[in-house]
């Protein structure tokens, strides 16, 4: 996994990567705009920042009074310490249902544990009902972002593939029309599936209850027409009280989409009489998140996808430029804990500007946790390249004679060296870049003439 490689794929149709850009930033400033109109805002995020902190340092009493208040509730409550684990749960729900079709919605928890080909081979036919997670179900992809799972592809793009399996008329982009065929195609899949499968957005200790959030209502009519209900959430998505939900609906909407609320905000607290209704609590990784204290916090994430709106490196790189389930900088603060030398890459996917630690709702310093990673990274890394060029820059800026030697030598040298050593495949700063116009003098012998100037 190399992002800078991934990145020069994406950027090779210069006119999508242009597009991909201005469609993010549109969404940003449809968040600055909505949140505008709450004069509270910063106090909010504030408070969402303190809840979590809290929740998070006390996890284990949290999610063991979820477990004892959702199993009072009748709400089946299962444990995943892993991946493989959280599948092989659903695929035995499965084997007693007798159930060969399952209507999913959206739900990052089950595209990092990777259900759908698990499910594949065992013969079960899942749907994915969110209109983007559906589309991008269609061609094999993963999401390229956790909120707008398919924003890397056109009107046209989609126009072309329902032509192919939904067999709506060729060149057709009308959005309405799109999403009526998507629509009554999947209709039919709701009505076929015996079990629902849904993420989880918050959890409430205190209630036993927890809460789906989606603007297509794909969530609410999965569930409502099976027979079972299983709700897959990371172990972080957990909240004390329901009072603090209000918190979080607000910022969650705003940051994501730059809507006032979300158009679907669903309770589940128990089972519906005759059915059933499951929750899978997954660690597979957050407790050792936890315990690393300068990340921890990374685990307060609500995957709104702000961050990703705003980073210029997402934008001009796109999602699939960084090889991991959640993308962009909460990505690449999440996935070197994962793997590190997987994606050693990652962390230094970002310009530092500090733009995603701005607008996240709760408050993650997510630039800084990417400078801490690039350290670690750099330590695990021993000496490199870059390491050795920084002590020689080191030994250089120290020292003023050293400083003035090497910049006669510079100025001397650049004039008469062939461009080849600049511009050569092996020296990546030379790609896309030129050197600026060499000064004839240094900046002190130029000041020591022009001080005295009016
Ligand atoms: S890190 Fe913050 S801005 Fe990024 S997805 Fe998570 S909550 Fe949203």
Redesign the pocket.
Known sequence: MNHPENATVFLKDVARAKWHDETLWIVREKRDATIHQIPEWEELRELASQIKDHTLSKLDFYLEELEKNATANGIKVHWAENAAEHNQIIGKILEEKNCKDVVKSKSILTEECHLNPFLEEQGIDVVDTDLGERIIQFLKQPPSH?VMPAIHLKKSDISAIFHERLHTEKGNIDPVYLTHAARLHLREKFLQAKVAITGVNFAVAETGEFVICTNEGNADMGVHLADTHIACMGIEKLIPRRKDLGVFLRLLAR?ATGQSITNYNSHFRSPSPGKELHLILVNNGRTKQLGREKFRN?L?????????NTCPIYRRSGGFSYGSTVP???GSILSPGIDLKKYSTLPFASTLCGS?SD????K?N?HEQLYEWRQEITKAQGSSLKGLSMKLADGIFTSPLAYKISGQLMRASLKTLPDSIIYNPLNVWGKGRNLPELPTESFKDWYKKNRNRA
């Open positions: 956790i940051s990374s307060k994430c609500i995957r709104c996808g702000a961050c990703m962009g900088p909460i995603c607008v996240c709702p709760v993650i997510i």
